[in-house]
């Protein structure tokens, strides 16, 4: 179990350009998150994967972003025309689900997370 | 809809003493899950324990147990012997298996600082 891995850690851009981050989630797991995280607050859900398929979006994302998981192991997050308001961190997470009823505690895995500073 | 709210921004508790992080929440889903994380100053979200909705029995996990109180929906955390190393900051989360969206939530968390 060598956990999860994101990359970068850290990314710095100009506002306007467009930029991808990636993660690696722990090999057996089939369920994949992305959260945004600003300082002085909790975890914001952007986007789920159940294998390869992007079961639920957050609302509060908006078109510029769009994330994949093409073979339902890496994940990809672009967001195009970054803006200030883009700045934070962007964590990864992981876990895996025994079926699909899916009642039970399977707590999440997350990476350390890539920060995102728009100048 | 779904909601966390964590009433302490932060805490103080001398070392080798227990400390109590509250957590309640808000949900229209017939079963649920609870979770406490910590996330330490380098970043990273360490999972502590969970609380399923129809567990009878309040979760403990080495020096963390929850004290879960479904009446008043509230999930609060218990840490024993604190020690300088729990200094962090401590977010509960939920999330509902009944009403179809696989979405966690958090609260804004509780900075804890342990005191030598």
């Known amino acids: 179990d060598t956990g999860v891995s994101q990359d970068p850690r850290h990314k710095i851009t100009k506002r306007g350009q467009n930029v991808t981050f990636r993660c690696d989630p722990i090999?057996?797991?089939?369920?994949l998150y992305w959260y945004r995280q600003t300082l002085g607050q909790g975890p914001e859900f952007l986007t789920y994967?159940?294998?390869?398929?992007?079961?639920?979006k957050s609302r509060l994302l908006s078109d510029r972003f769009s994330a994949e998981r093409p073979k339902g192991s890496f994940s990809t997050l672009e967001i195009q025309r970054t803006e200030q308001g883009d700045s934070a961190m962007y964590l990864c997470?992981?876990?895996?689900?025994?079926?699909?009823?899916?009642?039970?505690?399977?707590?999440?895995?997350f990476g350390d997370g890539t920060r995102l500073s728009i100048l | 809809a779904q909601k966390i709210t964590q009433t302490q921004p932060g805490m103080f508790v001398q070392e080798k003493e227990a400390v109590t992080l509250d957590c309640t929440y808000d949900?229209?889903?017939?079963?649920?899950?609870l979770f406490w994380y910590k996330q330490p100053s380098s970043g990273e979200m360490i999972f502590l324990i969970y609380?399923?909705?129809?567990?009878?029995q309040n979760a403990t996990e080495g020096r963390y147990s929850l004290n879960f109180q479904k009446a008043r929906k509230s999930a609060n955390l218990v840490i024993s012997a604190s020690q300088l190393g729990d200094s962090a900051m401590y977010f509960c989360?939920?999330?509902?298996?009944?009403?179809?969206?696989?979405?966690?939530?958090f609260g804004t968390g509780t900075r804890l600082k342990v005191l030598a």
């Open positions: 997470a992981s876990s895996y689900a025994y079926d699909s009823r899916d009642t039970g505690g399977q707590p999440q895995h």
């Open positions: 090999s057996e797991h089939n369920r």
């Open positions: 994967f159940q294998n390869e398929a992007q079961l639920e």
């Open positions: 949900t229209s889903d017939q079963s649920y899950g």
């Open positions: 609380q399923g909705s129809y567990d009878e």
């Open positions: 989360a939920m999330r509902g298996f009944t009403s179809g969206t696989y979405k966690y939530i």
